[in-house]
């Protein structure tokens, strides 16, 4: 099986854009197809579906800072029921994320911001692995603060990577318990400027369900959602940039028989003894690659090829 992705166009998008005239830099990024994709193939309840949305848009967000085959690696890991949030996404506007256990439900009050805090914990961590090409990674990690990921994650805009920013994404569901809209905003003072200011006003507008609430029924695009957030209180807009998102997993049957590889020859053997086959299912988008007992065993020879002589 190849990578795996939605075929069918969507209208999430992520635009970028700077304030005219100001060191302050947006980015806004429209979610709903992505992470109704995410919450399908995990058959996820109400909160997982949330908590897959918020960290889904986190990430794209995240994936604009520095240059364009940037991949970005969120991790939220708390102590509530949902066991951890895992979130990969590339400033080209691909994105894929799990939860840990994604059965869990909460009760949603229709056009509210929902509390996550029950859901994800209140102890643990957020931690984010930038890997900017060419093999240059770079990780920090800050302590959960309060469960709702996307203010988490501005904490650790604020405190690992120290850069002022206003953040704040959010999902609505449908009486199905689906995803109805999905949407985030990323307000950023650009390095070495004195843009905190714009930040700390933009993070009065994002507070206490603002976003939600500016949004309004959607959808929306992505400009539209900067216009309707914002509403020019913090000066014009100017847009720079927009692509379109889409889920994408780039796990194949090849990615699958290496990490099956990685089991060593002892461990391969007792698993062609005893049953003759395995499966490996990702854990981003649930695809399943089986392997039979002559592919196991082709798999394990691999593994003990002699190394060819000293140089």
Request: net charge negative; proline share 2%; no cysteine.
């Given at each position: 099986m190849s990578r795996t992705d939605i075929s069918d166009p969507s209208d999430d998008e992520i635009v970028r854009g700077v304030?005219?005239?100001?060191?302050?830099?947006i980015v806004a990024v429209t979610t709903t197809?992505?992470?109704?994709?995410?919450?399908?193939?995990?058959?996820?309840?109400?909160?997982?579906?949330?908590a897959l949305?918020?960290?889904?848009?986190?990430?794209?967000?995240?994936?604009?800072?520095?240059?364009?085959?940037?991949r970005v690696t969120l991790q939220v890991l708390g102590d509530g029921p949902l066991?951890?949030?895992?979130?990969?996404?590339t400033a080209a506007g691909t994105a894929r994320a799990y939860v840990k256990h994604p059965g869990v439900a909460?009760?949603?009050?229709?056009?509210a911001r929902v509390s996550l805090a029950a859901a994800v914990g209140r102890n643990g961590l957020v931690s984010v692995l930038r890997d900017v090409g060419l093999g240059e990674t770079f990780s920090g990690r800050t302590a959960i603060?309060?469960?709702?990921?996307?203010?988490?994650?501005?904490?650790?805009?604020?405190?690992?990577?120290q850069i002022a920013s206003a953040l704040a994404c959010d999902a609505t569901l449908a009486p199905d318990g689906t995803i109805a809209f999905a949407a985030g905003i990323l307000v950023q003072a650009l390095p070495g400027s004195d843009g905190a200011a714009r930040v700390a006003a933009a993070r009065l507008l994002l507070a206490g369900g603002e976003f939600l609430a500016a949004l309004g029924p959607g959808p929306r695009d992505g400009e539209a959602v900067v216009a309707a957030v914002l509403g020019g209180q913090l000066g014009e807009v100017r847009i720079l940039?927009?692509?379109?998102?889409?889920?994408?997993c780039p796990c194949s049957r090849a990615r699958a028989g290496t990490s099956l590889a990685l089991l060593g020859d002892a461990e391969l053997t007792a698993m062609i003894l005893d049953d003759g086959r395995a499966e490996v299912t990702c854990n981003f988008c649930r695809a399943h690659y089986e392997f039979d007992e002559a592919a196991l065993e082709v798999i394990r020879r691999e593994t003990v090829k002699p190394s060819g002589p000293p140089s």
């Open positions: 304030i005219e005239g100001r060191p302050v830099r197809a992505v992470a109704r994709e995410a919450a399908r193939r995990h058959q996820a309840g109400t909160a997982a579906t949330i949305a918020r960290g889904l848009t986190a990430g794209l967000l995240l994936a604009t800072l520095t240059k364009d085959d940037e066991g951890g949030l895992t979130a990969d996404a909460l009760a949603v009050s229709s056009g603060a309060t469960g709702e990921i996307d203010e988490d994650v501005e904490r650790y805009l604020e405190a690992s990577e940039d927009r692509r379109p998102v889409r889920f994408d």
